[in-house]
């Protein structure tokens, strides 16, 4: 027979899997721009101050969740720091190799 204290331990699970799944899915939005990147070797259209606002917002996430103890919110957040690094990376670099090829 099932308690009151086991339907709110399957309600949690249920809550943290939606956190988990919406951090994931906003964590891994970057990946076609990153593809993008990749495939045309460009990063020119992409907005500098959208990616450090993003990554700046990110951060701030990560701090909150790490001080509150949300676990799902701390590895999705680690996941779009990292891939908003990587593309903010690539922007600067390829901005930087564009100015170099022009006379």
């Not at 988990?20 to 964590?27: C, G, I, P, R, Y």
């Not at 990560?62 to 593309?87: D, E, G, K």
Request: net charge positive; hydrophobic share 55%; with cysteine.
């Amino acid at each position: 027979m099932m308690t009151w204290l086991n339907y709110i331990e399957i309600y949690f699970a249920h809550v943290d899997f939606l956190g988990f799944l919406a951090a994931t899915l906003s964590a891994i939005a970057l990946l076609p721009q990153i593809h993008q990147i990749w495939v045309t070797r460009s990063a020119k259209d992409i907005s500098f101050s959208m990616l450090a606002l993003l990554l700046s917002g990110s951060i701030v996430q990560m701090i909150y969740a790490v001080l509150t103890h949300q676990i799902p919110v701390i590895v999705t957040n680690f996941i779009s720091i990292s891939l908003r690094t990587l593309v903010l990376g690539c922007k600067i670099y390829m901005d930087w190799r564009a100015s170099q090829k022009r006379p």
